[in-house]
């Protein structure tokens, strides 16, 4: 029954993933706004609600260890493994898009993270400066958004034509539905995977902090790699990579934030040692497809994918 049910969260992931994908595109259309923007807020704090629901849950149960790993873990598989996998199956034209200041700002995001790690605890007063930062970025991101709706009549055509599968004439109840779709069935798939995948690992006698940094960190990574695989199919490189790079700021600025309110998050000296650095690392692997117009094709599919398993290896051992 629990191999079951982990199965059904699976399969809820995938359709959830599709139909968020979906809706966000279209959504994009409607108003003018480009699909990257769509994807760095509602598709990226939507794939990222089973992270914040588990850190919060988590420091309510006294275990604040696993929140730090699952968020810690599941940045460094947005990348590795999100993006890796992905394009073992089909190339992600990211030399298409245009995310150098949302990557610069992830990079701003990670640094701050890590610096306040090494204050021992984030506390109350860390959150808020968190989310302080976070509501700069949310700020710039629709001035952005308002500023591409001024000349949007001009390049609408265009948009158009790039964004394929989409469709502009799609009547707003389809994409209202598709959205709460992905929403709510996003969480919902990553919690009855998560809930019974952690069953069975604890049955193998594996303990919380590795559960939380690998089994944990996986799952609720899986809404964000089945949204990245529909929109890779889609061809819609943008929404695969600004979701990414939406998700990681997130999971840095808001979950951690927002579960410090509710307690502190001590840190683990081992993070400080090396789970915060592969992160880190991870991170700056996204360079060539942000700075220097590099598609994600299977040679570097492979790369990412082998080193999130060697990550993982690590870990367990």
Known sequence: MVWLMASLGLVILLLAGDALVKGAVNLSLRMGIPALIVSLTIVAFGTSAPELLIAVNAILDGKPGLA?????????????????????????????????????????????????????????????????????????????????????????????????????????????????????????????????????????????????????????????????????IRRQADVALGNVIGSNMFNLLAIVGIATLVGPIPVDPEFLRFDLWVMLGASVMLLPFVFFKQDITRPWGILLTSLYLFYIVIVLI
């Open 68 to 232: 730090l790993g699952n968020v810690v873990g599941s940045n460094t598989a947005n990348i590795l493994l999100v993006l890796g996998l992905p394009a073992l199956f089909a190339t992600l034209h990211t030399s298409e898009c245009s995310t150098r200041k949302t990557y610069l700002f992830m990079m701003g995001a990670t640094g701050l993270f890590i610096a306040m790690a090494f204050w021992g605890t984030f506390t109350a007063i860390s959150g808020l400066i968190l989310l302080g930062v976070l509501s700069f970025i949310l700020m710039d991101a629709f001035r952005d958004a308002g500023r591409h709706r001024r000349d949007a009549a001009a390049r609408a055509e265009d948009e158009e034509e790039e964004v394929e599968g989409a469709d502009p004439d799609m009547p707003w109840w389809r994409i209202i539905l598709f959205l709460l779709l992905g929403l709510v069935g996003l969480p919902l798939g990553a919690d009855l995977l998560v809930h019974n995948a952690s069953i069975i690992a604890r049955n193998y006698g594996v303990s919380d902090t590795v559960i939380g940094l690998t089994l944990v960190a996986l799952g609720t990574s899986l809404p964000e790699l089945a949204t990245t695989v529909m929109a890779a």
